[in-house]
């Protein structure tokens, strides 16, 4: 098994090496039957590039995410958009994770996935999820505060602004394309292949100060096109925060709902921060429900 070296400081300040497991095995089998573990009943959904040898990766395989095919064929191959029930029986899942994922797909596909997941857990099984906090995202566009859009730094490297989509660097951007790309990629003037007429700045001000916050958000959101974003699974299609996500989980029949932070799960194996909740931290929701 994998090991990690960790530094860090003893009580007099000296710095020591310290033997990590990365996928603490021991918390699953002090927690969990031997079943469960061999038939890999914890499963991530839209799991990417992850890893650990007692989870099931459920993904879709595309040539966007090419570099984590191999270990999605390992997995269950499932398109999210089919709406369909996932391949996995009743009552049998431990755990269910996802990380960034409803972010990429539409309400409805969102509601099935919630709702597969709901049908899938033991009964006092957890489902956590984290995605982009739409509320932090408009927060810095209204208080003008760039800074918080902190990955334009990487897409102004043309490599990646241009392996990305983007028609230019991402510094050249305004705020207010930088706050649309965010969660309606398609619709916004910096995609390279978007919608046809995409909301320019003037636009988006005039809506976000005509309409109410949820009904301007659902309105981009509705001009996404369907066709690119099969051909750009990557683009965020849909805006998520605590509330919205909430509603849904209700809707699903859990009725123990709670907001999260970065690490802070009631499930012990996933306050595991070394594979588990290190995507974007600084701008994502966590939330978790127990059935």
């Keep these: 098994m994998k090991r990690l070296i960790n530094k860090c400081l003893n009580p007099l300040g000296y710095v020591v090496k310290r033997i990590v497991n990365k996928h603490n095995i021991s918390y699953y089998q002090n927690s969990y039957p031997a079943d469960s573990m061999k038939m890999k ?3 991530n959904i ?13 993904d879709y395989i595309s040539e966007w995410y090419a570099s984590n095919n191999k270990k999605t064929s390992k997995g269950i191959h499932y398109d ?8 996995i029986d009743s009552n049998s899942a431990e755990v269910v994770y996802s990380s960034h994922t409803i972010e990429h797909i539409t309400n409805s596909a969102a509601e099935n996935m919630i709702n597969e997941a709901f ?4 009964s006092n099984g957890y489902l956590r999820i984290t995605a982009p906090n739409i509320d932090l995202d408009y927060r810095a566009y209204r208080n003008n505060d760039k800074l918080f859009f902190y990955w334009t730094k990487r897409y102004s490297i043309p490599k990646e602004w241009k392996r990305a989509k983007y028609n230019k660097p991402l510094n050249d951007a305004t ?5 649309l790309s965010h969660f309606a990629a398609s619709v916004s003037t910096l995609h390279s292949d978007g919608i046809s007429e995409p909301i320019d700045d003037k636009e988006l001000n005039e809506l976000f100060n005509k309409l109410n916050f949820e009904e301007a958000l659902d309105y981009c959101c509705a001009k996404c096109c369907m066709k690119i974003q099969k051909k750009y699974p990557g683009n965020h299609i849909n805006w998520w925060n605590p509330k919205k ?3 849904i989980l209700e809707d699903t029949g859990f009725t123990k709902i709670y907001l999260s932070g970065y690490g802070q ?4 194996i996933l306050r595991n921060i070394i594979i588990f909740d290190n995507t974007h931290p600084k701008l994502s929701f966590y939330i978790e429900a127990i059935k």
């Design 41 to 43: 009943r914890f499963y």
């Design 46 to 58: 839209g799991a990417g590039g992850f890893y650990h040898p007692y989870w099931t990766n459920v």
């Design 80 to 87: 999210l958009f089919s709406k369909s029930p996932m391949p």
């Design 119 to 122: 049908r899938i857990l033991k």
């Design 175 to 179: 705020i207010e394309q930088l706050f």
């Design 245 to 247: 996500i909430t509603s």
């Design 265 to 268: 799960s009631f499930c012990p």
